[in-house]
Nanobody, 123 residues
Framework: QFQLAESGGGSVQTGGSLRLSCVASGYTASYHCMGWFRQVPGKEREGVAVVYSGGGVTRYADSVKGRFTISRDNAANTVYLQMNSLKPEDTAMYYC????????????????WGQGTQVTVSS
């Protein structure tokens, strides 16, 4: 059974940093494009960043460009999201996701989802 497990969320003040991690199990993550998505109650889930299966190509939402960095370690079946210069509008539940494709975009319909990790940024 394919599973994604996120960790690293928490509460920080504006301008702070957090690093999210997502460990995949039950399949080889290197065959999948992976990404991070976020959702605020009452709003649609939005794509934040994705990284192609090989790790060499990344895509970001305009709202996080220059502040967030997605990366992956295929040997460890893990994808990361380094979040710097956090703003209150970054507050959301962050989800890790994967799709059975070598590439994807932040709008791709993903196949697998984690349970989410909460990020709260206070002003």
């Amino acid at each position: 059974q394919f599973q994604l497990a996120e960790s690293g969320g928490g509460s920080v003040q504006t301008g702070g940093s957090l690093r999210l991690s997502c460990v995949a199990s039950g399949y080889t993550a290197s065959y999948h494009c992976m990404g991070w998505f976020r959702q605020v109650p009452g709003k649609e889930r939005e794509g934040v960043a994705v990284v192609y299966s090989g790790g060499g190509v990344t895509r970001y939402a305009d709202s996080v460009k220059g502040r967030f960095t997605i990366s992956r370690d295929n040997a460890a079946n893990t994808v990361y999201l380094q979040m710097n210069s956090l703003k209150p509008e970054d507050t959301a539940m962050y989800y890790c996701a994967a799709v059975r494709s070598n590439w994807c975009t932040i709008s791709t319909m993903m196949d697998y989802w984690g349970q989410g990790t909460q990020v709260t940024v206070s002003s």
